[in-house]
């Protein structure tokens, strides 16, 4: 394979894969990669990484900030959407089935004016577990969709998950916008309580 | 011998009409070339795997009566086929069945290059080491194929900064992947 003198960006690849380029940059990335087969093998591999991903995503194992589209989209796809909401301050019952593709927490919270929005996840007693800092929020938004992870999900015991959204204003405090209690029951076989390691 | 020669150089070699091994080889280059081409216009295999076998028959068939008379723009000649394929496709089958059988056996059988395998599990755990906005950004962009403006609405962002954050992410993944150069 002959080394190319000037290798397309993956990056742009990428976007080229997603026809997000703009028609002339299109047109250069097509022409260079009929001619050239180092960046047609770097184009495959974003291929790869790209269907990964989606493969990822429709097996529900990523926990993550989604939008209100990506789960009309799932749905119209044909996946199950199960979806809690407990109000702010509230507690909601919940569980997950074999059948499930997503498991969604509708978290409601007035998030205008906030600079940056962490999401706290703890234990029963309220203590941290771990922190998803500066999630995706839009500036006048209403509500965070958490897209919690199917896998673990389907593989946790019976017991309860708090979400805290934590508002960073400019002078670097905390504020809390909104505690959220989900009490899962496990209806799945599977063991009662996290193994220890 | 022809394996070190440029593409540029099997032209004229194929415009003389009678070397079949200069189209042979230029065959064998232009065949995953096109195919990535069609896979990424078509989103079907065996759209792609027609597309290909189409656009080469045509581009020979063009290359031995001379009609490129400029070598170094092969590359821009078969994007143009392409282009033109794809359209065509778009118009009936005819003209592709008169080509095959014309000119169908004449050329060799393309393996395809294997498309690169990624350990799954990686790929989630590296998913998972991206920060929130990258995250929600590559899958939205590569699972749900949401544009760029459309992201952008989501998160409140111009789309010039979700087009930084999507490159980020990419390069981010290839380097946790291991196959960043």
Known sequence: ???????????VLGDYWIALLAPPEEEAVEEHLL????CGA??????????????????????MIVSDTYLKRAAEKGLRVREYAPPPGGSVQCTVTAEDDFLIGRLAANLSGAKQVDLSICNASGIEEFRLPDIPVHPSGQSVILHESCTLAKAAPTSTMIARLIAHDETGSERLLGEYTFNHTRTMPGPGVWPQF | MYADLKDADLVPLIGFGTDREAEAELFRRMAPRVRLYGLRHLRDEQAAQDLMQQVLITAIEALRAGRL???EKLA?????????????????????ERLL??????????????SPRLDHDHLARCVQTLNERERTVIVMTFYDEQTGADVATFLGLSEANVRVIRHRAIHQLRGCMGVES
Request: charged share 25%; proline share 7%; hydrophobic share 35%.
């Open chain 1, 42 to 63: 770097r184009l495959r591999e974003v291929i790869a990484l790209a269907d990964g991903v989606g493969q990822l995503a429709r097996e529900g194992c990523l926990r």
């Open chain 2, 76 to 96: 821009s000649f078969v994007l143009g086929t392409c282009r033109m394929t794809v359209l065509d496709q778009r118009r009936g089958a005819q003209r592709k």
């Open chain 2, 69 to 71: 008379r400029e070598p």
């Open chain 1, 1 to 11: 394979m002959i080394n190319c003198s000037n290798p397309i960006d993956p990056a």
């Open chain 2, 101 to 114: 059988q014309h000119f169908g056996a004449e050329f060799p059988e393309i393996t395809h290059q294997p």
């Open chain 1, 35 to 38: 001619g050239c087969d180092q």
